[in-house]
């Protein structure tokens, strides 16, 4: 990344600059503390005295990068709250997707951060997990009572989709289409067992032996 050249501009406009270079310089890393605080510098064409400036120090840097990339993620998965229900969750789905897919390594810093034992990271992860949580509950609210069973299979879900997309990132061997249905429909059996309570109308046993043979 070549040196920008020194410009002057209003706080908000560097912190918004430092937090995008952040989000730049955080793909083909392995953590957030592996963000070069002197390459972020000249990227930006300011001292790295000037970084800690803005934002006091490297942890509250790299804080500020996480919650950068959850807002960024929940920006881009946020339906079309004209579509009908089924629109929305495909339309979600496919950018939930998309964004593993185009920005993985932000993506494996967030989620896997959150399991590092940092206690400011997992509180950010998880208020980023009840904002996931909370919007598909509001769009299932519609006559619908999010009791504490379909809270918690819906919170269940989302840490099964974060896990899911994690893994195929790391080994990408399975198509995109069939992990968006994959997502798509565990999250349709989940939310109907969440609001019913009944069991499921088939056993895992029953689903092997009729599904089609390996190729």
């Known amino acids: 990344m070549p040196p920008a050249t020194r410009t002057r501009r209003s706080p ?3 912190r918004a600059q430092l937090l995008d270079l952040g989000l730049e310089l955080l793909a083909g890393r392995a953590s957030l503390d592996d963000l070069p605080m002197d390459e972020l510098a000249a990227a930006a064409g ?4 000037l970084v800690f400036h803005y934002f006091g120090s490297k942890r509250e840097f790299q804080l500020a990068v996480a919650q950068a990339a959850a807002d960024d993620f929940f920006a881009v998965t946020e339906p079309d709250p004209e579509l009908d ?3 929305q969750l495909e339309q979600s789905i496919d950018a939930f997707v998309a964004y593993v897919r185009d920005h993985r390594d932000v993506y494996v810093n967030l989620v896997r951060g959150a399991s590092s034992g940092d206690a400011a990271l997992r509180a950010l992860f998880d208020r980023s997990r009840d904002r996931f949580v909370g919007r598909i509950l509001e769009r ?3 006559g619908v009572e999010a009791t504490p069973l379909l809270r918690l ?3 269940g879900w989302v840490a099964l989709a974060e ?5 195929w990132a790391d080994e990408p061997e399975a198509d995109g289409d069939a992990v968006r249905v994959l997502l798509r429909d565990s999250l349709a059996h989940v ?3 969440g609001l019913t309570g009944e069991p499921a109308t088939a056993s895992v046993a ?3 032996v009729s599904a089609p043979p390996p190729r």
């Open 12 to 14: 908000e406009a560097r």
């Open 46 to 49: 300011i001292s790295k005295g």
């Open 85 to 87: 229900l089924d629109a």
């Open 140 to 142: 299932l609210g519609r």
């Open 153 to 155: 299979a819906v919170r």
């Open 163 to 167: 896990e899911l997309t994690v893994a």
């Open 191 to 193: 939310v109907l067992v």
């Open 206 to 208: 029953s689903l092997a």
